[in-house]
């Protein structure tokens, strides 16, 4: 299994919704995905970056995982090297519409 996957299926365990894998691998050297994620509101968007962190290290990976922001951000970014995760409370995601930003490179919608 693939980070990206286990990234992935932490992030559905814990509800997030609206989940985009952008592949950017042909625009950037630095990261092979970058993940956009809404979740409902900062509780379950911490959650699901709690999962994120420990279902990879369960899976084996050995990878520096570094967080920008908190339990009190609407906006918390996980850098897990290839796979970089961008965790949004849904108004904060439209506000910034990261998804205008990433949307030459192919896309896989996954959603509950």
């Known amino acids: ?17 609206f989940v985009k894998d952008y592949d950017c691998m042909d625009i950037t050297p630095f990261m092979d995905d970058i993940i ?14 709690q999962n994120i962190k420990e279902k990879v290290k369960e899976a084996g990976f050995d990878v520096d995982i570094r967080q920008e ?6 906006w918390i970014l ?20 990261l998804d205008r930003l990433y949307a030459d490179c192919p896309v896989t919608s996954y959603d509950l």
């Open 1 to 17: 299994m693939e980070l990206k996957d286990v990234v992935i299926q932490a992030i559905l365990e814990r509800k997030g919704m």
């Open 36 to 49: 956009v994620v809404t979740a409902n509101n900062l509780r379950q968007n911490n959650a699901i970056a």
């Open 69 to 74: 922001g908190d339990a009190h951000s609407p």
């Open 78 to 97: 996980l850098d897990l090297g290839s796979v970089v995760v961008n965790l949004f409370v849904k108004e904060t995601r439209q506000v910034y519409n």
